[in-house]
């Protein structure tokens, strides 16, 4: 018996666990100065086990055989670095034979930071190249396994480089950061050839945790009580105050896309928001169907979409709600096509049971709309 059980099941977010050498082993000779160090992470024990694992390829033979040895209890098991295919791609079929899941979408967990949020652009594009090669290495082990590959839009050529190589590379998805990129709208004209070759290879656009930053600025913090805990710093990485932002920037990326008319232009191009939960989208798509009805007169390019906003959210984009979020009712005030299962393996905050979780939250829903949450939805993205 797998962890999935006798069900199709299919899991649009988990992680490898990049050892200091992640970026450095395929970076360009020449570039190798640029690229950030994954040296300085101290995520409580974290960077401690990041080291301690440097230059291994894999786990000993008896970790290996005592982690496959829970079985379909594998969730429960060790986290981070310590979980079975953490840094090992071919570990992570193994995994995946014991999560029983068919397919299985794997994002870096520290190079978003360290790309996305450095200003040097020749730093940000040789760094992102050196992440899709180490990516695409850890898929290759495995063709259940979907890499997902990074590409800052700021510099449009270069963006367009690091996507000839990404789907060269075989890598399926391409994670975006969420900011306005050069001083512009996603939605600006020089970025549609980028959304079109996305579109006509079926490969769809990803805003992850990560594609901005995490925290709630410091002002928000200073609440003037002496030695107050928070949990910033910690494995968790945010506290209680930013998970209420914490997907801010990705809902004023999407809504943007959808009111300059990306999707509208593109009917066939796909995205995922990921690990940022879900509750926050019911509410977009009234908003945005709202601003279209509202604001169509004075802005007369609204008034030409042929599809509302919330149609374009059901065909076109999709999300993964946080194990504590009721996507029964997430469901019930949208619609059930746009509702992923991930587990975020082999990170903490997936939990150790996160199935259990969601079953919980789909007990009255239909077989069919249980289908799509854990399967169905998932194919659509990942055509």
């Excluded at 709208?185 to 594609?211: A, C, K, M, Y």
Aim: charge should be negative; proline fraction near 5%.
């Amino acid at each position: 018996m797998t962890y999935a059980g006798s069900r199709v099941m299919r899991d649009a977010d988990s992680h490898l666990m990049e050892l200091p050498d992640f970026l450095a082993r395929n970076v360009e000779s020449s570039m190798s100065a640029w690229i950030p160090s994954l040296d300085d992470i101290r995520l409580a024990d974290i960077g401690t086990q990041m080291r301690e694992f440097q230059g291994h390829k894999g786990h000993s033979e008896d970790t290996v055989e005592q982690l496959v040895a829970l079985g379909d209890n594998l969730t429960r098991g060790s986290k981070w670095h310590g979980a079975l295919g953490a840094f090992n791609g071919t570990e992570r079929g193994i995994a995946l034979d014991l999560l029983g899941f068919r397919q299985q979408v794997v994002f870096s967990s520290f190079c978003a930071t360290k790309i996305f949020g450095t200003s040097d652009p020749i730093a940000m594009y040789a760094a992102a190249a050196a992440h899709n090669r180490s990516m695409a290495e850890f898929c290759g082990c495995d063709e259940r396994l979907i890499g997902v590959g990074m590409a800052p839009l700021d510099d449009v050529e270069r963006a367009h480089g690091l996507l000839d190589e990404a789907l060269a590379l075989g890598l399926r998805a391409i994670w975006i950061p969420s900011r306005a990129p050069g001083g512009r709208s996603p939605g600006h004209p020089d970025h549609d050839t980028f959304w079109r070759r996305l579109s006509e290879n079926q490969v769809p656009f990803i805003q992850h945790v990560g594609s901005s930053t995490l925290s709630i600025p410091d002002p928000w913090m200073n609440d003037g009580i002496e030695g107050r805990q928070t949990a910033r710093g910690g494995a968790e990485v945010i506290g209680s105050k930013d998970l209420t932002v914490i997907f801010q920037a990705a809902q004023r990326f999407i809504s943007v896309m959808v009111l300059d008319g990306v999707l509208e232009r593109h009917p066939d191009l796909k995205g995922g928001v990921i690990e940022l939960g879900a509750g926050w989208v019911p509410d977009t798509i009234r908003r945005l169907d709202h601003a279209v009805d509202i604001w169509a007169r004075s802005e007369p390019h609204l008034a030409e979409f042929e599809r509302k906003p919330s149609e374009q959210f059901h065909d076109q984009l999709r999300f993964t709600p946080y194990p504590f979020e009721n996507v029964g009712q997430l469901m019930s005030e949208s619609c059930p096509e746009l509702y992923l299962f991930s587990s975020d393996y082999p990170h903490a905050e997936g939990g150790r049971d996160p199935i259990k979780r969601f079953d919980s939250a789909l007990e009255l829903r239909s077989e069919k709309d249980q289908s799509l949450f854990y399967e169905g939805n998932f194919r659509t993205l990942y055509r």
